[in-house]
């Protein structure tokens, strides 16, 4: 029986790498017996079959797609991670001729939160820093971002917990080897034929400065009637030397200024999911390290918003911006 190994993520685990990497040596894959398909690619991963699979949608052409091929499939997007019992439930049923098996990369909890929060922002996200991280610290048994065996809880009943294979990304991050990581995640490894450009933009989600994270969170609300999604900042990244001035300068330097720290790591939750990941799942972990500890983030502060003349240059820059989409 063929394989079709489904990455799901999640977010901020080194996704956008991944695939860019998986779509570059397409045809080096192809040639070893794994598919790294074009079909449902949007930008570097197979984004539009979470459509499919949400709109219970897969055509008999899509089923033939996989059941016709000779090869094992590599499926990517992290945006599957949002999907349910139910919906990965119909997925497996589609595709009964294939033997199906999960990827997950496990992501320290409280490490991951402030970058999951500033991705929120990067697609239209309004809400602080503080009021996202409550929501799930108050609740942390509830939240499937601080407690990582509720996901892979729903994927052992679904495709058994013998298909789930977990990737360590703090390991993988710390030892500069993710992609040779996924590789054998996936059956596969580095060769000469291989092409991997560490220095692509493109192949990287790089994340914003504190400054620009904070002025674009605050022009997602001043522009929502206008744009959604990563519009606002698509469009303040793009044209930010044209909008740097005065305004922008004394914005941002206010946020600098009223800027604060938070030590993050070695949290109850995480204790707790570190205990789980390496006993509940040590046969089903590829590359496990024990880590422990804790860092210091900055963050911004909502102080900056009681400042009259940064509502003032807010504004302005608003209305600029505006004129820009």
């Known amino acids: 029986m063929k394989t079709l190994y489904l990455h799901v993520g999640p977010h901020k685990t080194g996704t956008t790498a991944i695939q860019k990497f998986m779509l570059d040596n397409q045809q080096t894959l192809f040639a070893e017996g794994l598919l790294y398909p074009k079909r449902f690619i949007r930008i570097f991963g197979h984004h539009h079959i979470r459509e499919r699979i949400a709109q219970r949608a897969f055509t008999d052409e899509d089923i033939a797609f996989f059941k016709d091929s000779q090869c094992n499939f590599v499926v990517s997007s992290e945006d599957l991670i949002s999907l349910n019992k139910q919906d990965f439930s119909y997925f497996k049923q589609s595709l009964p001729f294939l033997n199906i098996k999960v990827v997950f990369s496990w992501r320290r909890a409280s490490y991951k939160l402030y970058s999951i929060w500033q991705e929120v922002i990067k697609h239209g996200g309004t809400v602080?820093?503080?009021?996202?991280?409550?929501?799930?610290?108050?609740?942390?048994?509830?939240?499937?971002?601080?407690?990582?065996?509720?996901?892979?809880?729903?994927?052992?009943?679904?495709?058994?917990?013998?298909?789930?294979?977990?990737?360590?990304?703090?390991?993988?991050?710390?030892?500069?080897?993710?992609?040779?990581?996924?590789?054998?995640?996936?059956?596969?490894?580095?060769?000469?034929?291989?092409?991997?450009?560490?220095?692509?933009?493109?192949?990287?989600?790089?994340?914003?400065s504190v400054e620009d994270t904070e002025t674009v969170r605050a022009l997602n609300y001043l522009l929502k009637d206008k744009a959604s999604g990563p519009i606002v900042r698509t469009a303040f990244q793009e044209h930010k030397e044209s909008l740097s001035g005065d305004d922008l300068s004394y914005v941002q330097g206010l946020i600098n200024e009223f800027a604060t720290a938070l030590r993050i790591g070695n949290y109850a939750i995480d204790i707790r999911a570190e205990k789980l990941m390496s006993q509940d799942y040590a046969s089903n972990m590829l590359n496990y390290e024990p880590r422990a500890g804790s860092k210091e983030v900055k963050l911004p502060s909502t102080k900056w918003l009681l400042d009259a003349k940064a509502h003032e240059c807010l504004l302005r820059i608003a209305n600029k911006m505006s004129e820009l989409m």
């Open 128 to 208: 602080d820093f503080f009021e996202y991280y409550h929501e799930h610290l108050a609740r942390p048994a509830m939240s499937q971002m601080l407690s990582p065996d509720l996901k892979l809880g729903m994927f052992s009943q679904v495709f058994g917990k013998e298909n789930i294979c977990l990737i360590d990304y703090d390991a993988s991050a710390n030892n500069n080897s993710l992609i040779e990581d996924f590789l054998q995640a996936v059956g596969s490894q580095i060769n000469d034929q291989m092409t991997f450009d560490a220095n692509n933009e493109s192949a990287r989600n790089v994340s914003l």
